[in-house]
């Protein structure tokens, strides 16, 4: 059977996002025909050039597997879409490949002047095939790598997959290696620059480092950064990366994606930085929201939400049920997942002057309200957020932030065998968690009643032996709670943690970025999740992350 035609459904859930696309460039009828025409082509081999029309454009790759990804990564996703100001902003495309990037920022901005440096000779070819085919006017395209020092530098070509390749050896998966020019990018910022974008595959260090010693940082208002998260090392450095983006005077919004299955493995992370000059952010696009601390689960959802049974189409209805009974190592089994998502979604949940409640295997799980039982219900066992990977002799596993007791009980039947300490210092939150222990026999957790003082002086005053795994739910009192357990030495204590987070870009001091540098310090090498809206990645509001951090000698 062709390929095009094994998953229908997939498909035409992708053909109506394609038409749905807000801010579609250079417009919804081609980015449909292009998308169609690509679907159409799947399985051509990957080593036959590939072209395709989208809209007055005609694309050009090595591969129908190069088109597709940066198709989908640069037109459909919008990784690169920002508004400037004036009629002819600058630009540079540091890291241009074939050159997409550049065709995106035409299409947006027509009369912006823009440099784009690329050191590999294939894709240099094509990216003035991409640009001088497509009369594309005031593109300057310089073949070179950027770096810390002009010179010389043996670059790694990546045969199967082009964006791979690198200066650095770890990068490229194959292919051969040539010499290449490398440049200080700092030599031809002539002016103000509206948009730096910069993907150079784990040789970003250099770049930033060379515009902040020769001054030129200052003349560049905002940045897209994709920085390679522990490029062939163990050891995580992103927020001794930040601080260089703080000093230099930047705010910033992380955005980052981690599976489940991939969290405190040690392996290597693509994370995209939007940053931006204070005072230079601005708001979002009309039609676009700044996310506010009460859309923090919505931020972080890895996927799209399972609404309750009652409240989707049947058609979701029978895909979310099939993903329900596929999710891997499911707490406390999926059908008994999937019987509470169908009872969710019934309308007789709520009894006068009762609390909500749905039965989950042998538990019943108790809320405020209906809304409330579904959000938690599913940031705790859909999303698996707390989903430790702790060995199964782990004694003592910390929930501070426990909210209504969700998490607790995951984290209880996740670990039978430890002692759960639950705390939490919201009253109507606190009884509800209470009950939640109480009414379901929870025989290994002790909820913690609070005490006088801070939250964070209160936890560390609770820790006095080794902690399997911390769970820290505490939005903008993460780093504040991180901060007095290194103070008090209780850090130390710790062995993995996850942190869940708000980060307030508008504060002269970046919060995420001081978070990471205390756990680099502490001796953690951590993964990160972050989502930042397409329309609204300079916006000065807060953003929602996660941090799931270890050990290095165990991570």
Same mark, same amino acid.
């Given at each position: 059977?062709?390929?095009?035609?094994?998953?229908?459904?997939?498909?035409?859930?992708?053909?109506?996002?394609?038409?749905?696309?807000?801010?579609?460039?250079?417009?919804?009828?081609?980015?449909?025909?292009?998308?169609?025409?690509?679907?159409?082509?799947?399985?051509?081999?990957?080593?036959?050039?590939?072209?395709?029309?989208?809209?007055?454009?005609?694309?050009?790759?090595?591969?129908?597997?190069?088109?597709?990804?940066?198709?989908?990564?640069?037109?459909?996703?919008?990784?690169?879409?920002?508004?400037?100001?004036?009629?002819?902003?600058?630009?540079?495309?540091?890291?241009?490949?074939?050159?997409?990037?550049?065709?995106?920022?035409?299409?947006?901005?027509?009369?912006?002047?823009?440099?784009?440096?690329?050191?590999?000779?294939?894709?240099?070819?094509?990216?003035?095939?991409?640009?001088?085919?497509?009369?594309?006017?005031?593109?300057?395209?310089?073949?070179?790598?950027?770096?810390?020092?002009?010179?010389?530098?043996?670059?790694?070509?990546?045969?199967?997959?082009?964006?791979?390749?690198?200066?650095?050896?770890?990068?490229?998966?194959?292919?051969?290696?040539?010499?290449?020019?490398?440049?200080?990018?700092?030599?031809?910022?002539?002016?103000?620059?509206?948009?730096?974008?910069?993907?150079?595959?784990?040789?970003?260090?250099?770049?930033?480092?060379?515009?902040?010693?020769?001054?030129?940082?200052?003349?560049?208002?905002?940045?897209?950064?994709?920085?390679?998260?522990?490029?062939?090392?163990?050891?995580?450095?992103?927020?001794?990366?930040?601080?260089?983006?703080?000093?230099?005077?930047?705010?910033?919004?992380?955005?980052?994606?981690?599976?489940?299955?991939?969290?405190?493995?040690?392996?290597? *992370?693509?994370?995209?930085?939007?940053?931006?000059?204070?005072?230079?952010?601005?708001?979002?696009?009309?039609?676009?929201?700044?996310?506010?601390?009460?859309?923090?689960?919505? *931020?972080?959802?890895?996927?799209?939400?399972?609404?309750?049974?009652?409240?989707?189409?049947?058609?979701?209805?029978?895909?979310?049920?099939?993903?329900?009974?596929?999710?891997?190592?499911?707490?406390?089994?999926?059908?008994?997942?999937?019987?509470?998502?169908?009872?969710?979604?019934?309308?007789?949940?709520?009894?006068?002057?009762?609390?909500?409640?749905?039965?989950?295997?042998?538990?019943?799980?108790?809320?405020?309200?209906?809304?409330?039982?579904?959000?938690?219900?599913?940031?705790?066992?859909?999303?698996?957020?707390?989903?430790?990977?702790?060995?199964?002799?782990?004694?003592?596993?910390?929930?501070?932030?426990?909210?209504?007791?969700?998490?607790?009980?995951?984290?209880?039947?996740?670990?039978?065998?430890?002692?759960?300490?639950?705390?939490?210092?919201?009253?109507?939150?606190?009884?509800?968690?209470?009950?939640?222990?109480?009414?379901?026999?929870?025989?290994?957790?002790?909820?913690?009643?609070?005490?006088?003082?801070?939250?964070?002086?209160?936890?560390?005053?609770?820790?006095?032996?080794?902690?399997?795994?911390?769970?820290?739910?505490?939005?903008?009192?993460?780093?504040?709670?991180?901060?007095?357990? *290194?103070?008090?030495?209780?850090?130390?204590?710790?062995?993995?943690?996850?942190?869940?987070?708000?980060?307030?870009?508008?504060?002269?001091?970046?919060?995420?970025?001081?978070?990471?540098?205390?756990?680099?310090?502490?001796?953690?090498?951590?993964?990160?999740?972050?989502?930042?809206?397409?329309?609204? *990645?300079?916006?000065?509001?807060?953003?929602?992350?996660?941090?799931?951090?270890?050990?290095?000698?165990?991570?």
């Amino acid at each position: 059977m062709h390929p095009a035609l094994l998953a229908p459904f997939r498909l035409l859930r992708e053909a109506r996002s394609v038409l749905r696309l807000p801010h579609a460039v250079p417009d919804t009828r081609a980015l449909f025909r292009c998308w169609l025409a690509l679907r159409l082509a799947a399985g051509r081999g990957d080593s036959q050039p590939f072209s395709a029309r989208l809209g007055p454009l005609t694309l050009h790759a090595h591969s129908w597997m190069e088109m597709d990804f940066l198709f989908n990564e640069v037109f459909l996703g919008r990784e690169y879409f920002v508004a400037l100001p004036g009629p002819a902003p600058r630009l540079i495309d540091c890291g241009a490949n074939i050159g997409f990037a550049t065709l995106y920022f035409k299409l947006r901005h027509p009369s912006a002047r823009v440099t784009c440096f690329e050191p590999n000779p294939s894709c240099f070819a094509l990216l003035e095939k991409n640009v001088r085919g497509n009369d594309l006017a005031d593109v300057e395209l310089i073949q070179a790598a950027c770096g810390r020092e002009n010179g010389a530098a043996k670059f790694y070509m990546s045969t199967g997959f082009s964006p791979m390749s690198s200066l650095d050896e770890r990068r490229a998966r194959d292919g051969a290696a040539c010499d290449v020019r490398v440049v200080r990018l700092s030599d031809s910022v002539d002016g103000e620059v509206d948009l730096l974008k910069l993907d150079v595959e784990g040789a970003e260090w250099g770049v930033i480092e060379d515009l902040i010693a020769s001054g030129k940082m200052a003349r560049v208002r905002r940045m897209i950064i994709e920085y390679h998260h522990r490029c062939g090392a163990k050891n995580s450095e992103a927020g001794r990366f930040l601080q260089l983006l703080e000093d230099a005077g930047f705010t910033y919004s992380v955005g980052a994606f981690v599976t489940p299955v991939r969290k405190y493995a040690g392996t290597f *992370q693509d994370v995209m930085i939007y940053a931006a000059r204070r005072g230079t952010g601005g708001a979002a696009e009309p039609g676009g929201t700044a996310p506010g601390l009460e859309l923090v689960n919505e *931020q972080l959802q890895t996927d799209k939400p399972l609404r309750p049974a009652s409240w989707a189409r049947p058609w979701r209805r029978l895909r979310d049920t099939r993903r329900i009974l596929r999710l891997p190592d499911a707490k406390p089994g999926a059908r008994a997942l999937l019987e509470a998502w169908r009872e969710i979604g019934s309308a007789k949940l709520v009894a006068p002057g009762e609390p909500a409640r749905c039965r989950l295997a042998s538990h019943t799980l108790f809320a405020r309200d209906t809304e409330e039982l579904w959000r938690c219900f599913d940031d705790v066992f859909f999303g698996r957020h707390w989903d430790a990977k702790l060995p199964g002799d782990a004694a003592l596993v910390v929930d501070f932030g426990a909210g209504i007791g969700f998490s607790t009980l995951y984290l209880a039947l996740a670990h039978p065998a430890a002692r759960v300490l639950a705390f939490e210092s919201d009253p109507a939150a606190a009884a509800l968690l209470n009950r939640n222990v109480r009414e379901n026999r929870l025989q290994n957790v002790t909820v913690v009643s609070p005490g006088s003082g801070s939250p964070s002086e209160w936890l560390a005053g609770q820790l006095s032996e080794p902690v399997d795994f911390l769970k820290l739910d505490a939005g903008e009192a993460a780093l504040p709670v991180l901060v007095a357990l *290194q103070s008090t030495g209780k850090l130390a204590l710790v062995k993995r943690l996850a942190v869940r987070g708000f980060h307030r870009r508008a504060a002269s001091e970046n919060g995420l970025g001081r978070l990471l540098r205390l756990l680099e310090a502490a001796g953690f090498t951590y993964d990160l999740l972050g989502h930042v809206p397409r329309e609204s *990645q300079f916006s000065t509001e807060g953003q929602a992350f996660m941090v799931f951090a270890s050990r290095l000698a165990e991570g």
